[in-house]
Each structure stands twice: as structure tokens, then as C-alpha cells.
């Protein structure tokens, strides 16, 4: 009796840990497959769902075929409908089955913009107008709306006063996150796409809020930095030493501007850089976005572009070293260097090989 007995419980507990294990494998393959949020359009023919499902597993949207079709069984979910569906990754099995139960959620007036990192908002003011009814100057005008700031920064936590400085062009310069986004229609408003980039924004940020908040530099300043290193760093895996070349000038006495060409050529409100700058424009000290001038230390007075996640990511880490200059070679390789004398050899050896392109 007591060897059944021990017998019937070890055969539970093998039972009970096969439930569990079936359970946990359901919820994981029923999960999102990502984080990303970017919308794809998929097409979904008139068919059986084992058609559906490997329409839906091709395109990454779904986990599993098998766990797709258990959950169609199990909640009798067999009217499913055809047509074309906006989909991203991060919906999970159970929210794609309630759409295609809907019926196609795309909408033939639809538009998409992409806006690309490092751009700034000059750039996203034409991307407006040649994508909606919005012209460009309706875009600035909504910028020089302090009333309307003054609401986007009670309703966003990393958006603070600092973008109201009278200095700063665009108060949302730098805000405004690089990715590919899709309205209504052409006549959507400019508050709409704004809500929509900030959206993303928040997002992006709330990994890292408690690591800007408790760094050195407020919010805005990270984000300035950002966007320097963007523009800077010649590739993505570059950007954590570039930053840290900057770091090592904000915190030196013998390095007391940060020297960037890319803060003097938006200073100067030019986004051609094949463009040769004058001394005047090198040398405007009264522009405080303007970094090569000897008299304006530090960072300059707000972002000059909307950088990648990758820069805001470099900059809340930088890398650690002793270096205070940088300079790119024509394939985008970084040097960096110890004081003048080195980066001057540098770049007198790059021009040696036919291998500098600034």
C-alpha cells in the first residue's frame, strides 16, 4: 500500500509539472515575438488557418503554428476574415486573432513618414509638408506656439523648461524620435504627429529615466550630447568612445570647448556640410550653439539634430579613456588622440594616403 502510495504521488508530481511545463510553453508562444512596434502590412488571403498562421509565422508576427492554431480551437475563433492588416510584433497571438476577427484595419488613406536619425527639425518640417497638407512654415510656426510647449512639457517628463531658452531655434529639436510612423492621412495635424514622435520618445527613454535622472547631466543636456555624438561619431560602434572624448572635455580646464564642426554648421543653420565654413561662422561667439568659439565652454545650448536611441544609449555610457580629440578617415574609422600634436599627425597621415575627406 505505501509503495502505490508513493508511487501515485511521485506520478502527480511528473503530471503536475507537465501541466506547468505545457502552461508555460502556451503563455510564451503566445506572447508578443518583440518590443517592436513598427507597424508591417500583410495581406491575408481567403483560406484555411493553417495558411493564415503561416502567413502570420513568415512574417514574424507570431511564435509558434502550433500554439496560432491550439488558441484558434480553444476559443472557437474560426471567423477569421481576409483583406490587408497593419501588424507589428509586439501584438502577441491573442490581439492579431481579434483584428482578423474585425475584419482588415487598413486604411486606404494612410500615409507613412520616415524620419531618419540625425536629422533635424528643418528636415522634419519638409518630410511634413511633402507628406500632409502642412507647410513647412505651419510646422515652425507650431514650434513658436509657447503655449502649446508650455502643454507638451507639463505632459512629458523628459521635456523641462530648458527648451524655452530664447537661444534654443526649435524647442523640440532632439525630441522628436527617428523612426518610421503611419497617419490617418495626408491631413493629419501637426499636433497629432508630434503627440505620435514624443509617443515614441517617452518610450524609447523610460528604460533609461533612472539612469538620466540620477546621472550628471539633466535631461536636456544628455540629449544635447546625443545628438552631437550622432552627428560625430562616424559609426554606431564608434559612438561610446566619441562620447567619452567629450566627457573627458566637459570635465577638463585645458579643454574647455568641445570643439564640434557639427554644433558650428547647425549654428549657422546650414545643413550642407560639403559647405567650407568662414572665420566669421567659426568664430561667432554670440550663437550659443556654436562650440568652436573659444568663449562658449561646454555644451551648447540645446540638440542639433534627433539622435538614435544608439547615441542616447553611448552617452549615458560612455567609454572610459584619456583621450580629448577624434577624427574619422574616409571609411569611418575613428582615431582618437591624446592632444593636438597626435590628432594633427593624424590627420596630416590620413591626407598622405588620399584617406581624409573632411
Given at each position: 500500500?505505501?509503495?502505490?502510495?508513493?508511487?501515485?504521488?511521485?506520478?502527480?508530481?511528473?503530471?503536475?509539472?507537465?501541466?506547468?511545463?505545457?502552461?508555460?510553453?502556451?503563455?510564451?508562444?503566445?506572447?508578443?515575438?518583440?518590443?517592436?512596434?513598427?507597424?508591417?502590412?500583410?495581406?491575408?488571403?481567403?483560406?484555411s488557418i493553417d495558411s493564415i498562421a503561416n502567413t502570420l509565422k513568415e512574417n514574424n508576427l507570431i511564435k509558434n503554428i502550433t500554439i496560432f492554431k491550439v488558441y484558434i480551437k480553444l476559443t472557437n475563433k474560426t471567423n477569421l476574415k481576409a483583406g490587408v492588416y497593419n501588424f507589428s510584433?509586439?501584438?502577441?497571438?491573442?490581439?492579431?486573432?481579434?483584428?482578423?476577427?474585425?475584419?482588415?484595419?487598413?486604411?486606404?488613406?494612410?500615409?507613412?513618414i520616415?524620419?531618419?536619425?540625425?536629422?533635424?527639425?528643418?528636415?522634419?518640417?519638409?518630410?511634413?509638408?511633402?507628406?500632409?497638407?502642412?507647410?513647412?512654415?505651419?510646422?515652425?510656426?507650431?514650434?513658436e506656439d509657447s503655449d502649446y510647449i508650455d502643454s507638451l512639457i507639463d505632459e512629458y517628463w523628459f521635456l523641462t523648461d530648458e527648451i524655452k531658452d530664447q537661444n534654443i531655434y526649435y524647442p523640440l529639436e532632439g525630441y522628436l524620435f527617428p523612426n518610421t510612423y503611419r497617419f490617418s492621412s495626408k491631413e493629419i495635424a501637426i499636433e497629432e504627429i508630434f503627440a505620435k514622435m514624443l509617443g515614441e520618445t517617452d518610450r524609447q527613454l523610460s528604460e533609461y529615466r533612472d539612469a538620466i535622472e540620477s546621472g550628471d547631466l539633466s535631461v536636456h543636456e544628455l540629449i544635447t550630447l546625443a545628438s552631437i555624438v550622432e552627428l560625430e561619431g562616424a559609426r554606431a560602434d564608434d559612438r561610446r568612445a566619441v562620447a567619452g572624448v567629450f566627457y573627458n572635455r566637459l570635465s577638463s580646464s585645458s579643454?574647455?570647448?568641445?570643439?564640434?564642426?557639427?554644433?558650428?554648421?547647425?549654428?549657422?543653420?546650414?545643413?550642407?556640410?560639403?559647405?567650407?565654413?568662414?572665420?566669421?561662422?567659426?568664430?561667432?561667439?554670440?550663437?550659443?550653439?556654436?562650440?568652436?568659439?573659444?568663449?562658449?565652454?561646454?555644451?551648447?545650448?540645446?540638440?542639433?539634430?534627433?539622435?538614435?536611441?544608439?547615441?542616447?544609449?553611448?552617452?549615458?555610457?560612455?567609454?572610459?579613456?584619456?583621450?580629448?580629440?577624434?577624427?574619422?578617415?574616409?571609411?569611418?574609422?575613428?582615431?582618437?588622440?591624446?592632444?593636438?600634436?597626435?590628432?594633427?599627425?593624424?590627420?596630416?597621415?590620413?591626407?598622405?594616403?588620399?584617406?581624409?575627406?573632411?
Open positions: 500500500m505505501k509503495k502505490f502510495r508513493n508511487t501515485a504521488i511521485i506520478l502527480l508530481i511528473v503530471f503536475t509539472a507537465l501541466i506547468v511545463s505545457l502552461c508555460t510553453y502556451y503563455n510564451i508562444n503566445m506572447a508578443k515575438v518583440s518590443d517592436d512596434g513598427t507597424l508591417k502590412e500583410i495581406t491575408i488571403e481567403q483560406g510584433e509586439n501584438m502577441g497571438t491573442k490581439k492579431i486573432v481579434e483584428l482578423l476577427e474585425e475584419g482588415s484595419n487598413v486604411n486606404p488613406d494612410e500615409i507613412s520616415t524620419f531618419r536619425e540625425g536629422i533635424n527639425i528643418r528636415t522634419v518640417a519638409k518630410l511634413i509638408e511633402e507628406n500632409t497638407d502642412n507647410s513647412y512654415d505651419d510646422v515652425i510656426n507650431k514650434l579643454y574647455p570647448t568641445l570643439g564640434s564642426d557639427a554644433t558650428t554648421y547647425y549654428a549657422s543653420k546650414i545643413d550642407d556640410w560639403s559647405y567650407s565654413l568662414t572665420n566669421k561662422e567659426l568664430n561667432d561667439c554670440s550663437n550659443k550653439y556654436n562650440t568652436r568659439c573659444s568663449s562658449n565652454t561646454g555644451l551648447p545650448v540645446g540638440p542639433i539634430c534627433n539622435p538614435s536611441i544608439e547615441s542616447i544609449e553611448a552617452t549615458i555610457n560612455p567609454e572610459e579613456h584619456e583621450y580629448y580629440y577624434f577624427v574619422a578617415d574616409c571609411k569611418g574609422e575613428v582615431y582618437l588622440t591624446r592632444n593636438s600634436a597626435e590628432h594633427d599627425s593624424i590627420i596630416s597621415e590620413l591626407k598622405r594616403e588620399d584617406n581624409w575627406c573632411a
